[in-house]
C-alpha cells in the first residue's frame, strides 16, 4: 500500500498545475481504485475510520458521476488528500522501525 499512497499524493499535487483534461481524468480513475484499495486495506486491520475516510475519498474522486467543486476548492481538496497520504507514510514508517 505504501507505493500506491505515493503514487497518490504525487498525482494529487501534479493536479495543481495546468494539465491536459485527460490527466484530470487518469487521477480520476487512479484515486478511485487507489482510495478503495487503501479502504480495503485499513477495513482488514480493523481500522474502520481510516476505511470510511477512504471509501468517502474514492466516491469523491470516482469519474463516473462528476463532483463539480470547482478548481479552488478542487485544488484544496488535493493537497489536503496528498497531505494526509505523506502523513500516514510517516505515521506507517515511524510504527515499523
Same mark, same amino acid.
Request: glycine fraction near 6%.
Given at each position: 500500500?505504501?507505493?500506491?499512497?505515493?503514487?497518490?499524493?504525487?498525482?494529487?499535487?501534479?493536479?495543481?498545475?495546468?494539465?491536459?483534461?485527460?490527466?484530470?481524468?487518469?487521477?480520476?480513475?487512479?484515486?478511485?481504485?487507489?482510495?478503495?484499495?487503501?479502504?480495503?486495506?485499513?477495513? #482488514?486491520?480493523?481500522?474502520?475510520?481510516?476505511?470510511?475516510?477512504?471509501?468517502?475519498?474514492?466516491?469523491?474522486?470516482?469519474?463516473?458521476?462528476?463532483?463539480?467543486?470547482?478548481?479552488?476548492?478542487?485544488?484544496?481538496?488535493?493537497?489536503?488528500?496528498?497531505?494526509?497520504?505523506?502523513?500516514?507514510?510517516?505515521?506507517?514508517?515511524?510504527? #515499523? #522501525?
Amino acid at each position: 500500500m505504501r507505493i500506491i499512497k505515493i503514487i497518490l499524493a504525487i498525482l494529487l499535487l501534479l493536479c495543481l498545475f495546468n494539465m491536459p483534461y485527460g490527466f484530470y481524468n487518469l487521477v480520476r480513475f487512479a484515486s478511485l481504485i487507489g482510495f478503495a484499495l487503501i479502504a480495503y486495506d485499513y477495513y #482488514t486491520k480493523k481500522q474502520e475510520s481510516l476505511a470510511i475516510t477512504f471509501g468517502a475519498l474514492a466516491l469523491l474522486f470516482q469519474p463516473f458521476f462528476k463532483i463539480a467543486l470547482g478548481r479552488g476548492l478542487w485544488a484544496t481538496v488535493d493537497i489536503a488528500v496528498a497531505i494526509l497520504l505523506i502523513i500516514l507514510l510517516v505515521k506507517e514508517r515511524q510504527k #515499523t #522501525t
